[in-house]
């Protein structure tokens, strides 16, 4: 049976097969890559700053293990985790360009922050409905990673969080609030519920408060209708059509002052002073004040 192979990851940091079996087949080669020592990797990492790019890729081959375990973390967060460790190798290449062997640490506790970016950054950008600008995806970055680094401390309130991810990005804490708001996940209403049958989605479970009124608000409704109709009849015909004209409780809708008076033959002012004379009468009926139970 011929071995299947996967093809060399080339310096860009992307995952080439065309195989299904992908990931395990890249799992399998990256775990025979051995660990370099630390007097080792500080070697081949100054030969790698100088341009080497036999030391640059050694470099990225020995270091390909820790992006798998980092992206592992993010699975299930919109990207799949070939993906996932796709962009954790950019991050990776990105702290190889930047790192100084001189000061003495271990290159991964260096890369760890790069690969982590590049993850957060794909996830904002690629994974979002709406697209954020370059700025607001930087910002959120920043405080995705910040927030994580300081999500193990207990006893924590989210209010103390966000205040703490401000002070640390130097961030005024409104903008940081906005900015974690933005990174809300958005959901269709036409996602299916799996619990339910006859693919039931979930806006036929959200109650419609402006079209589908309660058979309570119905009866109300009505019969305010009907005492409201019969108190302003009371007006006489001229005032009715006044006050119906100008509050929009015609047919015809609301009407200024102008409208009604070119409907009814009057003048504006004589329409403004009748609409004035029918308020107080209405204001002062006993059945007016029984009407305002409705608004209680």
């Known amino acids: ?9 080339k310096v860009t940091g ?25 007097e080792e990797e500080e070697t081949t990492a100054k ?28 699975q299930g967060k919109g990207l799949s985790l070939e993906d996932l460790i796709g962009e954790g190798n950019i991050g990776l290449l990105r702290a190889i360009k930047n790192f100084k062997a001189e000061k003495g640490y ?16 794909a996830l904002i950008e690629k994974t979002r409905m709406i697209r954020l600008p370059c700025n607001k995806a930087k ?49 269709s209403l036409d996602d299916p519920v799996s619990n339910y049958e ?11 408060n402006y079209q589908n009124k309660s058979p309570v608000d119905k009866v109300i409704n009505t019969v ?15 005032a009715a059509t006044v006050i119906r004209g100008r509050y929009g409780l015609g047919e015809s809708g609301y009407m200024t002052l102008k409208e009604i008076g070119e409907n009814t033959k009057l003048s504006r002012e004589r329409v403004r002073q009748i609409e004035k004379r029918a308020i107080r009468t209405l204001q002062n009926s006993t059945q007016f004040q029984k009407l305002k139970g409705y608004i209680a």
């Open 139 to 187: 910002d959120l970055t920043r405080i995705e990673i910040t927030r994580e680094a300081i999500q193990n401390k207990p006893g924590r309130e989210s209010e103390d969080e966000i205040l703490e991810i401000a002070r640390f990005l130097d961030m005024a804490p409104d903008k940081a609030i906005d900015l974690i708001n933005m990174n809300q996940e958005v959901i």
């Open 106 to 121: 271990r290159f991964i506790t260096y890369a760890v922050w790069w690969i982590r970016q590049a993850i957060m950054k």
């Open 198 to 208: 006859n693919s039931m989605t979930l806006k036929d479970l959200l109650e419609d």
């Open 47 to 74: 030969q790698a700053a100088k341009g080497n790019k036999a030391a640059r890729e050694k470099l990225v081959n020995a270091n390909l293990r820790f992006v798998i375990m980092i992206a592992k973390k993010y």
């Open 14 to 38: 992307k995952i080439q097969c065309s195989d299904e079996n992908t990931l395990s087949i890249y799992f399998k080669e990256i775990n025979q890559i051995p660990l370099m020592t630390k």
């Open 1 to 9: 049976m011929t071995k299947k192979r996967i093809k060399k990851i």
């Open 224 to 238: 305010l209708k009907g005492e409201m109709d019969e108190l302003i009849n009371r007006l006489g015909d001229r």
